[in-house]
């Protein structure tokens, strides 16, 4: 596709859509190496990596998918890998790399520069003065911090989360906010499934997937939306070849035709390997525009509706009797709805979605597997809705084989709102809180990470802590954020490496590091398990075994602990020392706060697989306002909620295969053929001709929001893409500037990253 090129970009070598091999296969160890490679990974790092996912053993930091009961002899994928030898990397940052570089000039490096310094060592305070992080000590840092808490008002400080800590850091975490005066707990989840947490609850009464591993086994149809597995969640194509290879019908929707989704082999597979002939994994691709989701469901399901008025026999009348509310009130919103219309916003043809439509009607068990695509829109609650809308006709929720199945990002972050990281008191047993540690927990919502920012661009929030995470270059408006962050008195960041939000110092500011999951944890000179949940709301325990990258670090369990003895008024209940010494007592808490899903939490947490939570919604019991499952008519057929033309295009932003939010491993996007440069926007040649530009050609892309507010990103190259026109594509974080803080799902709050009103400068 790459026509055009001057001299100067070809001689750079652009990058365009081009990778000839499948996902999997010998391109992801080649991966591996180079990511071993540039992660300075240390001796025995390779080794470690036979423990990921094991019983027994740790569990991967990277996405949140399921670990089996029966694992591979590798179980873990090139980016699960690339995750730890990330982590037990040899490169280390400490007191001399910060004595030799000020905060205001380190804040100008790119992300993957200060990553590559490698493990924070000490505990480092931020002195003004010099401009400069100053090695401290563990008891210093937590006395000032604790003092500093102290002084500001609890309702003005924010203590965020990002999705890996593990259940007994996370519940500490949540009790230390409440037990100091405040439910400002926003999670990553805010920014990512917490559409999910809301829009799913909205319809189906409950907050996460309704599916375990063994339906994947089970299903014969397999509708897959706006997630980018080959990268995400790689694990998940084991399945999912599996399933292809029994003639399941895998269907994709997606404006971006991701390789992940089209063909794979194993590497776990040496036959296949050597053979190189991988599995064709989607047998339909839905090139849906941007936001078309909605429109492309509903499609589908007005298929349905005329093969039942044609044929009978489609729907299951029984369970919708029994079991659904809603159902007249939206097919007739169905019927009204003009195909001319639905074809317009899906930008597919009334064809593509009758056939997968009659496919649907003809399978038994159907799965609906979703991600970002689906979840970072304005209308993003109702685009599940339709994905849901869509199962429901057939019954397809609360039975083996079936059934609705988000794909969450970090690796427990499904897990912290589980024990009680949440802004929301409703979700949490304020009562049993009260009873079993004589604190008052607030009984007023908090921010969320949308709100906090708000409240930060108003100069009311007054101190940050951060459990991990990146969070001032994660959110919406990157640039204002950045220009306000540093007001903040109090800045606090529990983390492993250094990054630009550490960068934005406050008044009193702090870098406290962290062990990874794989290093031994040794309180009392006893190694300690922490436990995690999956996607499929499965817990398990995970024991690391690695010497610590310093003997400087702890334990996040034991930092949480260290802050709240520090701040939290002495009380003979909360014994933050014990249980920092010892985590068996934190699971007898989580057990004792939530004993129907923790019950017998010690002996169960190490059966292989994990154990499982369980979920009303599989079994058919509906926790919604109706306490049946709740057919939606959506506020809008276009889950951006944009209108067309006028110059505007609707900006996805996306994960390259080379990094991990803001964790940016490398410059490679192996599976989209584009290499050595992140500064980049995907078109379709058609819009690239339509507007007289070439490939290769630098531009400025500039906010179209109509809020008022000045949004610009310069010197982004374009890179020729097969994408609907009108869409176009980029990367996250780069591109977050772009994004507007006001657009957002409108039930949860989740910024609209996938849509993303811009023009062309
Ligand atoms: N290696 C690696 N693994 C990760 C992460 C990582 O950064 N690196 N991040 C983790 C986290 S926190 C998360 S949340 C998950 C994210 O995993 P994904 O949900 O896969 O997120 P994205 O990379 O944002 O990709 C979204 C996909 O949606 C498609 N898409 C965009 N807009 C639309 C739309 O309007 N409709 C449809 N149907 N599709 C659309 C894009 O083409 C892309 O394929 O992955 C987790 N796993
Ligand atoms: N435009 C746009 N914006 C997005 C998205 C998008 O698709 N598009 N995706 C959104 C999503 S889905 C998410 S989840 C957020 C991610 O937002 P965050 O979760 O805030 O970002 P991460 O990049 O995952 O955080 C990385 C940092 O965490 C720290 N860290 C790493 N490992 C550990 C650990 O084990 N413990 C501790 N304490 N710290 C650790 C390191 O210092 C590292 O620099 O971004 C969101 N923002
Ligand atoms: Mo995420």
Known sequence: MAKDLSEEDAAADIPVAGYDGPVGGWGSAEGMAKVAKTARSSPGALQTLKRQNKPGGYMCCSCAWAKPPNPHVAEFCENGAKATLWDLTTARCGPDFFRDHKVSDLVTWEEHDLERQGRLT?????????????ETSWDEAFAAIGAELRRLDPKKVTFYVSGKAGLEASYLYGLFARAYGHTNLPDSSNMCHETTSVGLKKVIGSPVGTCVLDDLEHCDMIIHVGQNPGTNSP???????????????????????????????????????????PTEISDRYLQVRTGGDIAALTGIAKHVLALEDTDGGVLDHAFLAEHCAGLDEWMDWVRATPWGRLEAVSGLSRAEMEGVGTLYARSKAVIGIYGMGVTQHVHGSDAIGALVNLLLLRGNIGRKGAGCSPVRGHSNVQGQRTVGITEKPKLVPNDKLREMFGIEPPEEPGWNTVEFVEALLAGQAQGYVGLGGNLARAVPDQDRVTEVWGRMPLTVHIATRLNRTHLMPGRSAWLLPCLVRSEEDLQNGTSQQITMEDSFSHIYGSIGKREPASPHLKSEVAIVAGLAAATVQANPRLAWDDWSGDYVQVRSLIEATYPDEFHDFEARMNQPGGFYRGNPARER???????????????????????????VYRLMTLRSNDQFNTTIYGMSDRLRGIEGDRMLVMMSPDDIEAEGLRPGQRIALTGAADDGVPRRVDGLRIVAYDLPRGCIAGYFPELNPLSPLSRHDLLSKTPASKGIPVRLA
């Open 122 to 134: 000490h505990p480092m305070r931020y002195d003004a003065a010099s401009d400069r992080y100053v």
């Open 235 to 277: 694990r998940i194509l084991h399945p999912f070849q599996k399933a292809a290879e029994r003639g399941c019908h895998i269907v994709a929707i997606n404006p971006l035709r991701e390789k992940g989704l089209l063909e794979f082999a194993n590497p776990q597979n040496p036959w296949q390997m050597s053979l190189g002939a």
């Open 621 to 647: 019991v509906w926790k919604t306002e109706t306490g049946k499952a709740q057919f939606t008519v959506p506020a809008d057929l276009d889950a951006t909620g944009l209108a067309d033309g006028d110059g």
